[in-house]
């Protein structure tokens, strides 16, 4: 257990170091108005920290920085989320005023918002492909060798993707495949649709369609591409203005692990309803060591859909960042709803 003095102190110091980026030392902490020890007294209190290993203290300097510990310790029990300001409400209702046509579009919208807001990386999953559905398949022919396929979800995510054509195949086939396909496939979970055609759907093609096994491959190719999750960034780059990441190697290394969306997937997902918050090591990937990444779920009608986060420093501006995404989650979470329903 701390003392009332000690998470004084530290709260003081932590809140320092997000703002300024520089160690902090005890006579600047005793400067402050809601501080009213001598900087004697905060030295000592500051040496006990940093042997509880809630401080640490650079090599290059006097003063003491927050450690791991002593930021989960700030997250866990002394911040409140941060009331957010009329231009912040603002900036997040205005997302969701506009009309898009498109699922996708509006998590991309709630991706730059986030980062906009926050000068850190946003990035938004979803909706999750376990829980979306077929609405509706369209194979449109472009030329005798091609054709696009356009598969629209329970969500209102549309993919767009150019495939061949099978070799000698035409319009009549082609339409009865795709009438086949929007009978027996309407309501099926994405995830489910390549079993689905391997097992009852194929049996049923194979009744109606010369070029068969073309087509299955055709169509394998189609609904492979709707198993990965799909992520959304902002602010990819905003990562590189924290003065921690100017070391060429670890920025390196950070953008690696960005670019695999598997990884970020694995990063970024929670089932834990509300927010989530992990610090440093925590994050178990070696690149992330100085980071934090905080998240929030997104649902329709209660169902989990997605996740959006951000992505910062450890000196993260916790209060802050928790109060945008939780009030953003939740816009977003009410939107989805009225547009399920519709």
Do not use: W
Not at 75 to 104: A, W, Y
Not at 239 to 256: G, S, T, Y
Request: proline share 4%; glycine share 6%.
């Amino acid at each position: 257990m701390l003392t009332e003095r000690q998470l004084l102190i530290l709260n003081a110091i932590i809140d320092d170091y997000i703002t300024h980026a520089e160690p902090v030392g005890s006579r600047s902490v005793s400067k402050r108005e809601d501080i009213e020890f001598s900087p004697a007294t905060i030295r000592n209190e500051m040496s006990d920290l940093e042997e509880l290993g809630f401080l640490e203290k650079p090599h290059s300097s006097a003063g003491r920085i927050p450690s791991q510990k002593g930021y989960r310790y700030y997250v866990d029990h002394l911040l409140s989320p941060k009331k957010l300001t009329k231009n912040e409400i603002h900036g997040i209702q205005s997302v969701f005023r506009d009309r898009f046509s498109e699922m996708e579009q509006v998590i991309q919208q709630s991706a730059k918002i986030l980062s906009s807001l926050t000068s850190y990386t946003s990035i938004v999953l979803g909706p999750e492909v376990f829980e979306s559905t077929l609405k509706q398949i369209q194979i449109i022919p472009i030329s005798h060798e091609s054709a696009v396929a356009i598969i629209v979800t329970d969500m209102g995510h549309v993919e767009n993707q150019t495939v061949p054509l099978p070799e000698g195949i035409n319009i009549n086939e082609l339409e009865k495949v795709v009438n086949i396909l929007n009978e027996k496939l309407k309501g099926v979970p994405l995830i489910h649709l390549r079993h689905k055609l391997s097992t009852e759907i194929g049996k049923v093609l194979e009744k109606y369609i010369d070029h068969y096994d073309s087509m299955i491959t055709l169509l394998n190719q189609t609904f492979l591409s709707q198993q990965s999750e799909k992520v959304f960034f902002g602010g990819k780059t905003n990562i590189l203005a924290q003065p921690e990441f100017h070391d060429v190697e670890r920025v390196k290394r950070l953008f690696n692990i960005l670019e695999e969306d598997a990884l970020v997937s694995k990063l970024f997902r929670s089932d834990y309803k509300g927010i989530t918050i992990k610090i440093g090591q925590e994050n178990r990937f070696e690149p992330f060591d100085d980071c934090s990444v905080i998240t929030a779920t997104y649902s329709v009608d209660g169902k989990h859909m997605g996740t959006v986060g951000i992505l910062g420093p450890t000196r993260m501006e916790y209060p802050r960042v928790i109060g945008i995404l939780d009030y953003l989650s939740k816009d977003l979470s009410k939107l989805l709803s009225a547009r399920y329903q519709k």
